[in-house]
């Protein structure tokens, strides 16, 4: 109940009433049959009510939510085998990133994502999910494998953003996220990104140049957090819910923006409510998106990609010149 969202209590409430009658029925050995099925039958309804018009604003806090499945939740689901590589063999491994080969059925992969923590003690060991330079330096080094043996690539974006300290500035933060921009861009094998919770800013896009962005229904993609975003524009981080209303985050706004190419839909409530379903939808994705990369050439997805990108931001001024 501690870890419920505002919006998610009546839901969660309900839910908990109809447990407590089960448990009743069951201790007591008494007929409830009739009076479950008429409270289940609401707390479906209010479910669709709820999360049929959630706002922007709830979906950031649903892309936050401390029980959202994270990379590792989705490895242990979809992966049938997981070797996890360490290093960026210049000074260190970052755990905020993890990376690794992969094997999904037949399919063999090179497989790299944010990992955030569960409790305190992981947390801070993964840093929030937010990646130092030899995380991204781990990440261009493990994509430079995938190329060398011809693995596909596939990420799974899950941070605020990289992390804006003065020791990963000292080490070359910008650097190495543009470092695997340009790398990203020209890599020759086919990649596949999934936005599965926060998509923050270049830390984010730092593994996201990708052939095929997907994103989950209730993830968020963004330049900068809303609340970022707010202490820039209104010096009151307060405004946070304005922010997200005025950048457009969601996946929907995004698939419109066409930024995203897939949306992936969630169990209703959200992926938390059955991780399970969610990694199939997730790896449903990626595995027919791989198919189709596959039949791509070389060169082709290459020349795909770079437009791909390149098309990104284009706007006409009012006489319908493009600009870019």
């Given at each position: 109940?501690?870890?419920m969202?505002?919006f998610e209590?009546?839901i969660v409430?309900?839910e908990?009433?109809?447990?407590d009658?089960r448990q009743?029925?069951?201790?007591e050995?008494?007929e409830v049959a009739?009076?479950?099925?008429?409270?289940e039958k609401?707390a479906a309804?209010?479910r669709?009510?709820v999360?049929s018009?959630?706002?922007r604003?709830?979906?950031v806090?649903?892309?936050r939510?401390?029980?959202?499945?994270y990379?590792?939740?989705?490895?242990?689901?979809?992966?049938?085998?997981?070797?996890?590589?360490?290093?960026?063999?210049?000074?260190s491994?970052d755990?905020a990133?993890i990376?690794g080969?992969?094997?999904?059925?037949d399919?063999?992969?090179?497989l790299?994502g944010h990992?955030?923590?569960?409790?305190?003690?992981?947390?801070?060991?993964?840093?929030?999910g937010?990646?130092?330079?030899?995380?991204?330096r781990?990440a261009?080094?493990?994509m430079?494998?995938?190329?060398?043996?011809?693995l596909p690539?596939?990420?799974?974006?899950?941070?605020?953003g990289a992390?804006p300290?003065i020791?990963?500035?000292?080490?070359?933060?910008?650097?190495?996220?543009?470092?695997?921009?340009?790398?990203?861009?020209a890599?020759?094998?086919p990649?596949?990104?999934?936005?599965i919770?926060?998509g923050?800013?270049?830390?984010?896009?730092?593994i996201?140049v990708?052939?095929?962005?997907?994103?989950?229904?209730?993830?968020i993609?963004s330049v900068?957090?809303?609340?970022?975003?707010?202490?820039?524009l209104?010096?009151?981080?307060?405004?946070a819910q304005?922010a997200?209303e005025a950048?457009?985050v969601?996946a929907?706004?995004l698939?419109?923006?066409?930024?995203?190419?897939e949306?992936i839909?969630?169990?209703?409530?959200?992926?938390?409510?059955d991780?399970g379903?969610?990694?199939r939808?997730?790896?449903?994705a990626i595995?027919?998106?791989?198919?189709?990369?596959s039949?791509?050439?070389?060169?082709?997805?290459?020349?795909?990609?770079?437009?791909k990108?390149?098309?990104?931001?284009?706007?006409?001024d009012?006489s319908?010149?493009?600009?870019g």
């Amino acid at each position: 109940m501690a870890e419920m969202l505002d919006f998610e209590k009546p839901i969660v409430e309900l839910e908990k009433k109809i447990d407590d009658l089960r448990q009743l029925a069951k201790q007591e050995n008494i007929e409830v049959a009739d009076e479950l099925k008429k409270l289940e039958k609401k707390a479906a309804k209010l479910r669709r009510d709820v999360f049929s018009r959630l706002s922007r604003w709830q979906r950031v806090q649903l892309a936050r939510h401390p029980l959202r499945p994270y990379a590792l939740d989705y490895v242990g689901r979809l992966a049938d085998e997981f070797i996890e590589l360490h290093g960026d063999r210049l000074f260190s491994d970052d755990e905020a990133l993890i990376a690794g080969l992969a094997r999904f059925g037949d399919r063999r992969v090179m497989l790299l994502g944010h990992q955030k923590g569960r409790d305190t003690k992981e947390k801070l060991r993964r840093n929030f999910g937010m990646a130092h330079p030899e995380g991204y330096r781990k990440a261009l080094r493990m994509m430079r494998m995938a190329e060398r043996f011809g693995l596909p690539v596939v990420t799974l974006v899950d941070t605020p953003g990289a992390f804006p300290g003065i020791e990963a500035e000292e080490r070359g933060q910008s650097v190495a996220i543009a470092d695997n921009l340009t790398a990203m861009a020209a890599l020759r094998v086919p990649i596949v990104s999934v936005i599965i919770g926060e998509g923050g800013s270049g830390g984010a896009l730092a593994i996201a140049v990708a052939d095929r962005v997907l994103m989950m229904e209730n993830a968020i993609y963004s330049v900068i957090s809303p609340e970022g975003c707010a202490a820039i524009l209104w010096a009151d981080r307060a405004k946070a819910q304005d922010a997200a209303e005025a950048l457009r985050v969601t996946a929907p706004d995004l698939m419109e923006l066409g930024i995203v190419d897939e949306v992936i839909p969630e169990p209703l409530g959200g992926a938390h409510r059955d991780p399970g379903e969610a990694a199939r939808a997730v790896g449903e994705a990626i595995d027919r998106r791989l198919d189709e990369l596959s039949r791509v050439p070389c060169d082709r997805l290459m020349e795909e990609r770079m437009a791909k990108f390149l098309g990104m931001g284009v706007f006409k001024d009012h006489s319908g010149v493009p600009h870019g």
